[in-house]
């Protein structure tokens, strides 16, 4: 019998204990686990050798994850998962608007996070060889993780490509805005209608420089979303 290669977590964590706690559990749960301290070193390294899921501190020396996802999602679609005691909205839209895949806020269990990096796992090693959905208009390759509008590749972070995905699986059919938070978050973590608001607004904006035009996500007022072709 054959075993799969252990997923490797790159834990980005200034403080010491609390970065060795967490490698010490992810490790216990079956992952490779590589660590960081400074924010200046986590761009170079995901260059040089990409983990399969980042643990991106939001406070660093050197650089802040904020900063540092930013452009992390100018050339990779690496799942990140931001830890902070920073919890205002603010922050935490935010950090979802940049591309992060979740959110966590300290003080945290060490077994709550594993919990949320399996939910990234668990989206990684499905259907690796799944065929593009949709047609004409909008096509999504799960696959590759490439989205198109009118042949045109969209620039889409992790969360803005599952909204996508969620609607093309369903064309004309309304979604509330729960019923999306349900479909990007699995984990049922706490964010707001605000949360959704501002991720089909972006989606919509790139949406809208490959189909000028044509308005393809419309908003129902008072009921939510629906895709139309």
Known sequence: MTSEVPLRVLVVEDEPRLAALLEDY?????????????????????????PDVMLLDLMLPGRDGLDICRELRSFSDLPVIMMTA???????LL????????????????REVVARVKAV??????????????AGVLVID???????CHGLPLDLTPVEF???????????????????????????RIVTDRTVDS?????????????PEQELIRSIYGVGYKLEL
């Open 26 to 50: 992810l490790k216990a749960a079956g992952y490779a686990v590589d660590r960081l301290d400074d924010g200046r070193e986590v761009i170079p390294a995901v260059r040089a050798a990409a």
């Open 86 to 92: 920073r919890v205002d909205e603010i922050d935490r």
């Open 95 to 110: 950090g979802l608007e940049l591309g992060a895949d979740d959110y966590i806020c300290k003080p945290y269990s060490p």
């Open 121 to 134: 796992s668990r989206r990684l090693r499905r259907q690796p060889e799944a065929q593009p959905e949709g």
């Open 142 to 148: 799960d696959s590759s993780h490439i989205a198109r």
């Open 162 to 188: 599952r909204l996508l995905k969620t609607f093309v699986a369903a064309p004309g059919r309304v979604f509330s805005r729960e019923q999306l938070l349900d479909k990007l978050y699995s984990d049922h």
């Open 199 to 211: 991720h089909v607004k972006n989606l919509r904006r790139k949406l809208e420089q490959a189909s």
